[in-house]
């Protein structure tokens, strides 16, 4: 799995962006718990995950992505999923009922246009 983080932008309800793309699995889950914290990131209080890059889910990436937005929207935080539509990993997170809790975007301008509404 490799991780991309963009610095977010200066001001009230600034979006963060991480850029996932490869495999997540338990070998990179903790990777991924830390790559989705915000502290760090400067003004931000909405995390923009963008998956469209990633191949490949199982369970242990699931419980990350659920406990992040558990914990970033407990602190009032906002958060939004970028899937690539048709893709394996979005069909494994419909098969999991992940989608109907995590907001989910086909693309990141739809997702910014959210966070940032």
Avoid at 1 to 23: H, K, N, W
Avoid at 48 to 60: A, E, H, P
Avoid at 78 to 98: K, Q, Y
């Amino acid at each position: 799995m490799s991780i991309e983080r963009l610095a977010p932008q200066s001001g009230d309800g600034a979006v963060a962006t991480v850029v996932l793309s490869g495999e997540i699995d338990l070998s990179v889950a903790d990777k991924l718990e830390s790559a989705l914290e915000l502290d760090g990131s400067g003004d931000a209080r909405s995390l923009l995950v963008d998956m469209t890059g990633v191949r490949f889910i199982d369970s242990s990436g699931i419980r990350v992505l659920l406990s992040a937005h558990r914990d970033l929207t407990a602190n009032g935080g906002a958060w939004a999923l970028v899937l690539e539509s048709g893709s394996v990993v979005e069909r494994t997170l419909e098969l999991t009922a992940v989608t109907e809790v995590l907001p989910t975007f086909a693309s990141r301008d739809l997702a910014l246009a959210e966070l940032e509404s």
